[in-house]
């Protein structure tokens, strides 16, 4: 697994990509704060659609790509939906007929939670994931929060790289047809030896940085400049948001 799975399509080049990543932080942010903001029982209005739509076509994004990740995440989602449809059965009114509330917060809240993955998703594959968590930096969210989030994104793939070796050795021993209750007993040796692993290999890491001179700030090649077309996306962003919430 690399850094490709991740961010594959953030070192691409359009209009999108080229804005400065706080302008398409706080973008998303006025989105996501006016979409959550409607009452249970309503749907976000069809305009809250062109937003997200034009970050994925824009910044030249596969559906395919956006679909899939969206699917990912959506069986949370669907948990939450179902005990809503469940349990809420309060009587609402829809032009000349009655259906239970539970149905239209079920719609509603999958609507809301498709247009945020898209807008997020939008974000993510149009920004590379060092000038992202620098935007936050220069947005003020808290240094250790942006800090956690830089070393999961860097070493996550080291801690992959060390599963998928255990994995293969012990493949190379039993060539996966071994008893199954011998089979559990190993993977639980194995989350053992991972733990350790992980602890030697968190260390390794400490020292190298501390060798290096890492005084806890990153520094990009080429730092972050807000241009007048990020003020320009964000003053069109703000604008099409009041008309999408109140026009």
């Given amino acids: 697994m690399h850094h490709h799975y991740i961010d594959r399509f953030s070192y691409q080049d359009s209009p999108i990509h080229n804005l400065d990543p706080r302008a398409k932080i706080l973008a998303v ?3 996501s704060i006016l979409l959550i903001s409607y009452p249970r029982y309503t749907l976000p209005a069809p305009w ?22 969206i699917l990912l995440v959506s069986p949370f989602i669907f948990c939450m939906v179902i005990f809503t449809v469940l349990f809420d059965k309060t009587p609402v009114a829809v032009g000349r007929h009655v ?6 917060t079920a719609a509603s809240v999958l609507t809301r939670f498709a247009l945020g993955m898209g807008a997020l998703i939008g974000l993510v594959s149009t920004t590379r994931f060092a000038d992202l968590l620098k935007g936050l930096e220069k947005l003020r969210v808290p240094h250790l929060l942006v800090s ?12 992959i790289d060390q599963v998928m070796h255990l994995r293969q ?3 190379a021993r039993d060539a996966g047809l071994g ?20 602890l030697d290999q968190a260390e390794r890491t400490h020292l190298a940085m501390l060798a290096r ?21 964000i003053l069109l962003t703000l604008v099409y948001l009041v008309f999408a919430r109140w026009g």
């Fill in 148 to 159: 956690q989030l830089r070393f999961l994104y860097r070493y996550l793939f080291l801690l």
């Fill in 213 to 233: 001179g890492y005084d806890g700030t990153i520094r990009l090649a080429h730092p972050l400049h807000w241009r007048k077309a990020d003020s320009l996306f």
């Fill in 48 to 69: 809250f659609v062109v937003f997200p739509a034009a970050l994925l076509l824009w910044g030249r994004i596969p559906l395919r790509f956006v679909f899939k990740h």
């Fill in 29 to 31: 942010l006025a989105y």
């Fill in 99 to 104: 259906v239970p509330g539970g149905w239209l």
């Fill in 169 to 171: 050795a012990r493949q």
């Fill in 179 to 198: 008893p199954r209750a011998q089979r559990w007993r190993s993977s639980a040796g194995m989350i053992g030896t991972l733990f350790v692993r992980t």
